[in-house]
């Protein structure tokens, strides 16, 4: 790729306006600035309500912002054709919506061109293979609406082929393991590792194991940016981020006797 994959977000402002009431608006993002140097890894924090995925969905372009810019390289993401921004950046988030058609569809979605053999490298990488080899229609196995006919970890493991198979240099990721077993969240864990390798990675972080992994740390709080910084020089100030990591802490000590620790991502 011959751009920057730097994301620049200044004055970030998104207000939506509240169903069944015209005199209602909830500002979700406010005059928001923030930098996301290009092959960086960083990690946004935040109570539930902060922001987190607007400002995700924003870079994504799933929605205009009301005031201010996303700049991805260069140019505000608005004046990059969708098909355009579609190639640069990969998504993988909690809820996962599949097409009602064959998990080989779902998945060439990524990258309709690529060949048999690339379709199964993606495949392996993301641990999906397992999941082709033991449905009795394999690869034509049609996935119900939403993906409905499949696990919660099947479908992650669709996404993330579909993101391997695209291969795009940025990834948006709202961590998609918290509502997994044991056994699926590991194995997501590890393919989701691997494929933010060498990449501009954006992930919504809800486990210190990201948060470790982490280059830089976004802190949203009402909306706003907070703090951003290094999980040292967080914790340090205090404030959001430092109740975020004890709390965390905290529950990590008190896991069920005999529960294996979780993957690291």
């Known amino acids: ?11 970030l402002t998104r207000i939506y306006d509240v169903p069944g009431r015209d005199d209602a608006r909830v500002v979700a993002l406010d005059q928001v600035d923030a930098d996301f140097p290009a092959g960086s890894f960083t990690a946004i924090v935040g109570a539930s309500g902060s922001g987190k995925s607007t400002l995700a969905r924003l870079i994504a372009r799933f929605w205009d912002v ?12 608005r004046e990059i054709s969708n098909e355009v921004l579609m190639q640069r950046i990969s998504m993988v988030f909690q809820e996962v919506y599949l097409f009602n058609t064959s998990i080989e569809e779902n998945v060439r979605i990524g990258r309709p061109t ?9 495949a392996e ?24 006919a499949l696990s919660g970890g ?15 240099p940025v990834l948006l990721l709202d961590e998609a393991t918290s509502a997994l077993d044991g056994v699926n969240e590991a194995s997501v864990t590890s393919a989701l590792a691997e494929l933010s ?4 990675v954006v992930v919504i972080a809800h486990r210190l194991s990201t948060i470790r992994r982490a280059d830089r740390i976004l802190v949203l709080r009402d909306g706003a940016v907070e703090a951003l910084g290094s999980h040292e020089e967080l914790y340090e100030a205090g404030g959001t981020y430092r109740e975020f990591w004890d709390d965390q802490s905290h529950v990590e000590r008190w896991r069920i006797r005999g529960e294996a620790p979780r993957a690291s991502l």
């Open 66 to 77: 009301n005031s201010g810019a996303i700049r991805l390289g260069g140019p505000d993401v």
């Open 125 to 148: 990488r993301a641990g999906l293979s397992e999941v082709v080899e033991r449905l009795p229609e394999g690869w034509k196995t049609i996935v119900g609406e939403g993906g409905s």
């Open 114 to 122: 690529a060949s048999d053999a690339e379709l199964v490298e993606a």
């Open 1 to 11: 790729m011959n751009f920057s994959t730097s994301i620049s977000v200044r004055g």
């Open 154 to 168: 099947e479908r992650q493991r669709v996404a993330i082929a579909r993101a391997f198979l695209k291969d795009s």
């Open 197 to 200: 390798a060498g990449r501009s």
